[in-house]
């Protein structure tokens, strides 16, 4: 029964005990596999099964190995960890989607699997007299590398999806026909010698820097995650959102907000956090009177925003650490932490508004959960905030992460119901390693893009297109930048994404932010960062971005709305994350790098005033319903005032004031007309 009604006669909302979802564990695995290819696994039984189990285990404990007591060399290193990630990805994924069990691997995937093993010992086995021959490839290297490629796309093509694969493919062909391309794609093209030796035997293919940081930071991150999870984390994150925010105006899609905010500090997937927490807040958004594609885009939007969320940021905060250089990962979480907070306050007004608008109210008292038993788990939230002290104080990176592990293994034993086990602890690193293979795929793939864009000299040849397309105008740059992330990010998980935007269209807005530089000039950090995040947001708002709008679609599988209408309701709730990054290209404050704290509260009222406006506008609806001049005058009042500039912040100031005084008065005479009634 809808909120519409008075408390005292509308029948109060049930929450689920605490270990239940609206939506069974069979529709929640339903789902993942429709729209997240990382969740399609066979469902192995017998012996296969325990093969896999140990393979796993064996996976993470290598990790954990070289984690505590060093790394192998580089080569070493990788191929090892892309011969686990390969060989387990093809007993675990089916070649083709079947529905009904799938418990049989086909005779190929064992031979599959045992190729990809081979290629993952080559390095170590041959490790001397490779590096002896210094880049002069044998007939037996050539087999080799090319197996790796075709093993890492297939991989890739089961784990992440086609998207991606396509893109890899279509790089590698560029490297081969470069001559046959015309203007600036062209280049004198590479034979296949150079190709494999450059994919396979230098740190600037497959095995580069994205499975470098797939191998090291990124694997130990995702088993913390991974224990947290055993302590029930994801069911407290629920818990704890609807005793803060469940009250509230339209409370259950500020749940959605709250709680998948908190998902986004463990998660590395849009498509799971959607599933996690939208199986116990969609059915509630619904119950309370939301549409069902209003709901699922609530969720989808939300849950999105959590791979912005530091300090985990989807992993791709540890490439960004590689890939611009001279940057420490706390300085990425730092930069990242107001835009994220800004986003989800963007969503948060949207769905304020909408709440208002059509007269929904928070749950009521008896709907509530008790939150004093809630905070009593408080302490389930303490390993997050150790890794983020740790980070701050400055322990190394995978440090932090192991230390985070440690904490959560001991935070768990405070209660009976949380307390981990051996058998818990063991599952985790199993869940840990699973997790890992399609970052593992993607990051190897991602590697062959890298790969050809440096051989070929690629990313400079489109960032100098990009800015003459533009005539060297930044909004237009931005934008053409934008559109470039936004398509290259459709159907990639975060780290891949990531790779792809940022190899391909972050050197266009440095290269403009560069114009007037000396040659060889070093680039800022505030430039590098600001463009790196810049595609990072584009590449993941892809998720909630029709046509393909894989997050927005698994929302509206557990909502049972229309998938493109839910996108575009998701896409319109997130509008601040089309702003927020033109913001911090455009004023780089909001990174607070070289800046002042009276430059950052300005900056701050500014942007919150301005996503003010832009929702009621977007939305219709204030104090009172908007007329269509006036939606319009809203939306462009809030654009000034996000605009970095103090003329247009001025004009924009005074026009919200107006707004708001309009707006007020009309409440006002609302409530008097009322009584007067």
């Not at 740790?390 to 034993?413: D, E, K, R, W």
């Not at 297109?465 to 290259?488: K, P, Q, R, Y």
């Not at 002042?596 to 506008?617: E, K, N």
């Not at 219709?620 to 809030?638: D, M, N, Q, S």
């Amino acid at each position: 029964m809808s909120n519409k009604l008075p408390p005292e006669e509308r029948e109060p909302m049930k929450l689920p005990p605490k270990d239940e979802h609206y939506i069974s564990e069979e529709k929640q695995k339903e789902i993942l596999q429709k729209y997240d290819p990382e969740s399609n696994t066979r469902d192995l039984a017998g012996i296969m099964k325990h093969i896999v189990f140990f393979g796993l285990l064996a996976f993470s404990i290598f990790q954990l190995y070289t984690a505590i007591f060093g790394q192998y060399t580089a080569y070493i290193q990788r191929s090892i960890h892309l011969g686990f990630a390969l060989s387990l990805i093809f007993l675990l994924f089916p070649a083709i989607k079947r529905k009904g069990i799938k418990h049989k691997v086909a005779i190929y995937d064992y031979i599959l699997a045992l190729l990809a093993i081979g290629v993952g010992l080559y390095w170590p086995i041959m490790y001397d007299d490779l590096v002896f021959r210094l880049g002069r490839v044998t007939e037996l290297d050539l087999i080799v590398g090319i197996l790796a490629i075709l093993l890492t796309l297939e991989a890739t093509r089961r784990a992440v999806g086609l998207p991606i694969t396509i893109i890899a493919s279509a790089f590698l062909a560029y490297a081969f026909f470069g001559p046959y391309f015309p203007g600036f794609l062209k280049h004198r093209g590479q034979d296949l010698d150079s190709v494999i030796q450059l994919m396979f035997y230098t740190t600037d293919g497959i095995l580069g820097t994205p499975i470098s940081v797939s191998a090291t930071f990124i694997f130990v991150f995702l088993l913390f995650g991974a224990f947290l999870v055993k302590t029930g984390v994801g069911q407290y994150f629920n818990d704890l959102a609807v005793s803060l925010a469940g009250h509230l105006t339209g409370g259950p899609a500020k749940v959605a907000i709250f709680s998948s905010a908190l998902q986004g500090t463990i998660s590395g997937s849009s498509v799971a956090n959607v599933v996690t927490s939208g199986s116990y807040t969609i059915p509630m958004m619904k119950k309370l009177g939301y549409k069902k594609e209003f709901a699922g885009g609530v969720e989808a939007a939300a849950s999105t925003g959590g791979q912005l969320m530091p300090p985990i940021m989807g992993a791709a905060a540890f490439l960004m650490v590689e890939f611009i250089g001279g940057v420490t990962y706390w300085e990425i979480a730092k930069a990242a932490a107001i835009p994220a907070l800004l986003y989800f306050t963007g969503v948060w007004i949207m769905t304020h508004f909408e709440a208002k608008r059509i007269g929904l109210k928070g749950l009521t008292k008896e709907e509530m959960p008790n939150r004093k038993e809630v905070l009593k788990k408080i302490y389930l939230l303490l390993p997050i905030v150790a890794i983020i002290v740790f980070l701050l104080i400055g322990i190394p990176t995978m440090h932090a992460a192991l230390y985070g592990i440690v904490l959560t293994i001991f935070v768990s034993a405070f209660n009976k119901e949380t307390r981990l086990g051996i058998k818990d602890i063991i599952h985790a690193l199993v869940d840990g390693a699973r997790t890992a293979l399609a970052v593992a795929a993607a990051t190897a793939a991602a590697g062959i893009i890298v790969g050809v864009v440096v051989k070929t000299g690629l990313g400079l040849s489109l960032a100098n297109g990009l800015v003459s397309a533009s005539g060297g105008n930044i909004l237009l740059t931005l934008f053409f930048t934008m559109l470039a992330a936004i398509v290259l990010g459709m159907g990639s998980p975060t780290t891949a994404n990531y790779v792809i935007t940022s190899t391909i269209a972050a050197p266009a807005i440095i290269t403009l932010l560069m114009i007037g530089e000396p040659a060889g000039a070093a680039v800022p950090l505030v430039i590098a960062l600001s463009a790196h995040l810049f595609v990072f947001y584009f590449g993941i708002i892809a998720d909630i971005t029709p046509p393909v709008a894989l997050a927005a679609f698994a929302a509206s599988g557990i909502s049972g709305g229309e998938p493109i209408k839910t996108g575009f309701i998701a896409a319109k709730l997130a509008a601040a994350a089309f702003i927020i990054p033109y913001m911090f290209v455009l004023n780089p404050a909001l990174l607070m790098i070289d800046t002042t704290i009276p430059q950052l509260i300005v900056v701050l009222i500014t942007a919150i005033a301005g996503m003010l406006a832009i929702g009621a506008g977007l939305i219709g609806f204030w104090y009172r319903k908007l007329y269509w001049f006036e939606r319009i005058i809203a939306v462009a009042t809030g654009l000034a005032l996000i605009y970095p500039e103090g003329y247009s912040d001025a004009i924009g100031a005074v026009v919200f004031i107006v707004l708001f005084v309009i707006q007020w008065m009309g409440r006002e005479k609302k409530e008097i007309r009322t009584s007067e009634a």
